[in-house]
């Protein structure tokens, strides 16, 4: 977030401070988030969203810093990817930075478009859950892998549809469903099906007015138990979390200040990772581990840690081609939202 040199400085928002001592093993982790457009997920300059995390200590990502700054190496006012990136050394650089990076950090992926096509599933599909996006929800993927096929094949009725979804769900100040967004978001889908593969044209005829306006009337009466529709931190946030715990530890999160991570938001994403089950069935609570220990919001200008976060989570969005060669390939999460 743009912050204006000089000024004095708001409370920070946000977080979930861990409940006394933290039992067991526990590891504490930096992260940031690149491409953060707001609930304009259709942005076509930030199509991609990234969320990055390291297990870096202080004193290691201080000197990290210190080196990309320096003279002697790569002079940057500003440790940002997009300098980085263009610099005169940006080859040289990156190899230095993704060698001290290696086996310390993970990012998370989220294609946009790819996202609202899971939050449709997620919500219309089944009953919404806090775990859902994730690993935890991963049988229902194959819904949403064929529901983004539309957007092969019928690009202009894709994008039409996605829109009138975002503008459905996007219920903020509205105190009843209004009929002519859902009307709209109908009319989206009718054009959407002549011409899709069997399976979405299932998915969308799935999507029936009953199932739909339900959910619909309950978050504009602000239902909780419903998460934020619209917030891709929340999902790479929760399978960060569950990448770092891998059922035998704890994770306590340093993170950037996000007025999207609020107590009652984070308390909601501990309870379901600590209560998930995965897409086979099998217990992914963890054998009792919480995996979600709490999070404490930081800002970035004073925290080395989340400012190398920041670096590599923006270096992965900005980076052109994230296939098996990519040098980036490494540190990405198997859970991202990306399109198999």
Not at 66 to 91: F, I, P, T
Not at 111 to 124: P, Q
Not at 184 to 201: S, Y
Not at 253 to 262: N, P
Request: proline share 6%.
């Amino acid at each position: 977030m743009g912050r204006v040199a000089g000024a004095s400085r708001p409370p920070l928002q946000g977080g979930l401070p861990p409940a006394g001592d933290l039992a067991g093993a526990a590891v504490e982790i930096a992260c940031d988030e690149s491409g953060f457009s707001g609930s304009n997920l259709l942005d076509p300059a930030t199509p991609v969203f990234t969320h990055a995390s390291t297990d870096l200590s202080l004193t290691e990502a201080t000197e990290l810093v210190e080196a990309l700054r320096s003279d002697s190496r790569w002079s940057l006012d500003e440790l940002k990817s997009g300098q980085l990136l263009r610099g005169r050394h940006a080859d040289e650089a990156l190899v230095w930075l993704l060698s001290r990076l290696q086996g310390r950090a993970h990012v998370e992926v989220v294609d946009k478009e790819y996202f609202l096509a899971t939050r449709v599933v997620d919500l219309f599909l089944s009953e919404p859950s806090w775990a859902a996006g994730t690993r935890l929800t991963a049988h229902q993927r194959p819904a949403a892998i064929a529901l983004h096929r539309c957007g092969r094949s019928r690009a202009p009725e894709w994008l039409a549809f996605l829109a009138a979804f975002v503008d459905l769900v996007r219920t903020k100040r509205r105190h009843h469903v209004d009929r002519r967004v859902l009307e709209t978001f109908f009319q989206a889908r009718d054009a959407l099906a002549p011409g899709v593969d069997p399976e979405a044209r299932a998915v969308l005829a799935a999507l029936t007015r009953t199932r739909v306006r339900g959910v619909v009337t309950r978050l504009v009466h602000d239902d909780r138990t419903i998460p934020p529709p619209l917030e891709p931190l929340l999902t790479a946030l929760a399978d960060t979390v569950l990448t770092w715990s891998d059922g035998r530890q704890q994770v306590l999160v340093v993170h950037d200040e996000q007025s999207a991570l609020t107590a009652d938001r984070l308390r909601r994403l501990q309870q379901a990772l600590s209560d998930g089950t995965d897409d086979g069935g099998h217990d992914r609570s963890h054998r009792g581990v919480l995996p979600l220990a709490g999070l404490v919001t930081v800002d970035s200008r004073d925290d080395a840690r989340v400012q190398v976060a920041d670096l590599l989570a923006g270096v992965a969005r900005r980076w052109p081609d994230l296939g098996v060669d990519s040098p980036l390939r490494p540190f990405l999460s198997p859970t991202s939202l990306r399109v198999p």
